[in-house]
């Protein structure tokens, strides 16, 4: 398997963990020694892994449960072997009294760890034109 698609894999994870609204799960993507978050819906930036759940309580509790994140623009760049970047646009199922969806822009610094590929950073924002 490329290093491309091992790292999608991390994403589609971090995805499906979202759409279960599976904290303990969606926390595990950013067990990576100094992650950080810029958050979709959150204008503090997160640098340890207590704001980094911080944030994921009040995030996930507006998530529509049994919709998948849908993928719909992915870039992908190699660092190196053990470190990539995707960037791209994926939208958020959210319950319809916060919206209906959330599309947003993201990007991700993957890392490969010992306990396989980890986020190192991720930064989401919403789309800024409707």
């Given at each position: 398997?490329?290093?491309?698609?091992?790292?999608?894999?991390?994403?589609?994870?971090w995805g499906s963990a979202?759409?279960?609204?599976?904290?303990?799960?969606?926390?595990?993507?950013?067990?990576?020694?100094?992650?950080?978050?810029?958050?979709?819906?959150?204008?503090?930036?997160?640098?340890?892994?207590?704001?980094?759940?911080?944030?994921?309580?009040?995030?996930?509790?507006?998530?529509?449960?049994?919709?998948?994140?849908?993928?719909?623009?992915?870039?992908?760049?190699?660092?190196?072997?053990?470190?990539?970047h995707w960037s791209g646009?994926?939208?958020?199922?959210?319950?319809?009294?916060?919206?209906?969806?959330?599309?947003?822009?993201?990007?991700?610094?993957?890392?490969?760890?010992?306990?396989?590929?980890?986020?190192?950073?991720?930064?989401s924002s919403a789309m800024?034109?409707?």
């Amino acid at each position: 398997m490329s290093v491309r698609e091992e790292s999608f894999k991390l994403l589609e994870s971090w995805g499906s963990a979202v759409a279960a609204v599976d904290r303990p799960k969606v926390l595990s993507h950013y067990n990576c020694p100094n992650a950080t978050l810029w958050p979709t819906l959150s204008n503090k930036l997160r640098c340890c892994e207590s704001e980094i759940e911080d944030y994921f309580v009040s995030f996930l509790a507006k998530i529509a449960p049994g919709n998948q994140v849908s993928w719909d623009q992915n870039e992908f760049a190699a660092i190196d072997e053990n470190n990539v970047h995707w960037s791209g646009i994926y939208t958020f199922p959210l319950k319809e009294e916060f919206g209906g969806s959330t599309t947003a822009r993201y990007s991700y610094l993957c890392t490969k760890t010992e306990n396989g590929w980890k986020f190192a950073h991720h930064h989401s924002s919403a789309m800024p034109e409707k």
